[in-house]
C-alpha cells in the first residue's frame, strides 16, 4: 500500500460514499474501487460494506484507518523535518496535459512531487492530448502527460504511465445513429463517426478501419480534444471511438447520455506517459520530477 492509497481510504472511510470521494479526490470511480480492492487485498479483509444505497466499514476497516491516520502523521512530521534540515527546491514547473488526464492521472503524481517539494510552483495548461509532445518541444511546456506517438521524436524522452483501452461509444438515448449503431450486425459505412483530428488515437481509429474493411467511413466531424467528442456523441451526432479514460471522467449529465458499443481489442492500448526534452534532463526541477515517475 502507499501513502494515495491510504488518503483514498481515509476520505472514504468519512464520506462513506464512492462518488463523492471519487469527486473530492480527482479520481474516477472504478480507479477508487480498484484502488480500495487492492487494499482489502493487502490486508486480507474486507474493509466496506455495500449495498445499493449504504457504505459502511468494518471492524478491520476501522482498525486500518486508525493506522492510516497514524501513518499518514508520521509522514508529515518527518518531511517537514527533513524540510527544515536540508536544501529545498524552488522555482516554477509547466505542466501541459489533457483535461482527462488533469482528473485521471496527474494528481497522485503532483501529490508526491508537492510532498517532496513544497516550494516550487506547478503551472498547469490543459488541451489537445494530441498537441502534447509538440508542447515539450517547442518549449511551451517543461513536462507534458502525452499518449506516445508511433514515432517519438529523437530529442524527446517518455516514460510510460498506462495502457488506455478504446471504447466505441454511441448516443443512449433513442435517435437514428443510435439506431443504427445497435443493429445485430451495424453497416459501419452508413453510420457517421466523430473523429480526433491528429494523433496517435487517431492511428488507431484509422486501423479500426481497417480492421471492419472500411476505406471511406462516413466523417461527421473532426474535432480537436477528445472531451468534446464525448459531448458531440452524446448530442446525437454520431459514435466515436475513444480512450475510455475520457468517458470514465466525463461529468456525469454527458457520461449518462452515452453508450458503450464495444470495448475495442481490435486495436492495441493508447500507451500513456510523461515526456520530456532529453538536454533538459540535467536540469534539478526536471530530474527531480523525472526520478519520482
Known amino acids: 500500500m502507499d501513502l494515495r492509497d491510504l488518503k483514498l481510504f481515509l476520505h472514504l472511510a468519512d464520506s462513506c460514499h464512492f462518488g463523492r470521494t471519487a469527486r473530492a479526490m480527482h479520481v474516477s470511480p472504478s480507479t477508487l474501487s480498484r484502488q480500495i480492492q487492492r487494499l482489502e487485498e493487502d490486508v486480507g479483509h474486507a474493509l466496506f460494506l455495500r449495498d445499493n444505497r449504504t457504505v459502511t466499514l468494518t471492524e478491520a476497516g476501522e482498525r486500518l484507518r486508525q493506522f492510516a491516520q497514524q501513518t499518514l502523521l508520521q509522514y508529515q512530521q518527518l518531511r517537514h523535518t527533513m524540510d527544515l534540515n536540508g536544501p529545498s527546491l524552488s522555482g ?74 478504446l471504447v466505441l461509444i454511441a448516443p443512449s438515448l433513442p435517435c437514428p445513429v443510435r439506431a443504427q449503431a445497435t443493429q445485430e450486425l451495424p453497416d459501419w459505412s452508413a453510420v457517421p463517426f466523430i473523429l480526433p483530428d491528429q494523433g496517435p488515437v487517431r492511428r488507431r481509429i484509422d486501423l479500426w478501419f481497417r480492421h471492419h474493411r472500411l476505406p471511406n467511413p462516413l466523417i461527421y466531424a473532426t474535432v480537436s480534444g477528445h472531451e468534446a467528442i464525448v459531448s458531440m456523441v452524446a448530442l446525437g451526432c454520431g459514435v466515436a471511438l475513444l480512450p475510455g479514460v475520457v468517458l470514465e471522467n466525463s461529468p456525469e449529465p454527458v457520461r449518462n447520455r452515452v453508450l458503450i458499443l464495444e470495448h475495442v481489442e481490435s486495436v492495441t492500448p493508447l500507451e500513456l506517459g510523461v515526456c520530456v526534452q532529453k538536454k533538459r534532463l540535467g536540469e534539478p526541477l526536471m530530474n527531480a520530477f523525472w526520478n519520482l515517475l
Not at 516554477?92 to 483535461?99: A, D, K, P, Q, W
Not at 482528473?103 to 510532498?115: K, N, T, V, W
Not at 502525452?146 to 495502457?163: H, K, M, Q, V, Y
Open 92 to 165: 516554477e514547473l509547466r505542466l501541459y496535459c489533457s483535461v482527462t488526464a488533469a482528473y485521471s492521472h496527474l494528481p497522485p503524481i503532483l501529490d508526491r512531487f508537492r510532498a517532496e517539494h513544497p516550494q516550487v510552483e506547478i503551472k498547469l495548461t490543459t488541451g489537445d492530448a494530441a498537441d502534447a509532445v509538440a508542447k515539450v518541444q517547442s518549449g511551451d511546456a517543461d513536462l507534458a502527460i502525452a499518449g506516445r506517438p508511433e514515432t517519438l521524436p529523437a530529442s524527446i524522452d517518455f516514460t510510460p504511465l498506462d495502457l488506455i483501452p
